[in-house]
């Protein structure tokens, strides 16, 4: 079953906020809306963003331990495309992620194929001077 994070509009749909900084943490800042919605299969979802045509296919392929603030929020995501293309490992605490699970993720994404030129880990900088978007409320 979808069990609906902080952001979610129903039992079935969860807001999308996307942000990014151009190449410095403290570049120009580029953010997206839109929603994701859960398919039939549990874990993939679609995501419609605000000016894009079609929608994504947003593969939900592991979670973290479901240990992160009081409510039980999942401490990351490994999220991937159905041609497993794209590879996003999203994480609420950079810090404590790098620390606690980076090297069993590591491992994960390479047991799941994730090894070619085109779909290998490339890790995003998450330095201490990142500024970061504040999602809308």
Avoid: M
Wanted: aromatic share 14%; glycine share 8%; hydrophobic share 35%.
């Amino acid at each position: 079953t979808f069990s609906p994070p902080d952001g979610a509009v129903s039992n079935t749909t969860v807001s999308v906020f996307n942000a990014q900084r151009t190449k410095t943490p403290t570049g120009e800042a580029h953010t997206i809306r839109g929603f994701a919605y859960t398919t039939e299969e549990p874990g993939k979802l679609a995501v419609k963003l605000d000016g894009v045509p079609v929608k994504a296919p947003y593969w939900i392929i592991k979670l973290g331990p479901q240990t992160f603030s009081t409510n039980g929020q999942y401490e990351y995501a490994v999220v991937t495309d159905n041609f497993r293309v794209t590879l996003f490992v999203l994480a609420r605490d950079p810090e404590g992620f790098k620390l606690k699970y980076d090297q069993e993720v590591k491992q994960f994404v390479k047991d799941a194929g994730f090894t070619e030129w085109l779909n290998e880990p490339l890790e995003t900088y998450q330095g201490n001077d990142c500024l970061y978007a504040q999602p809308p409320q």
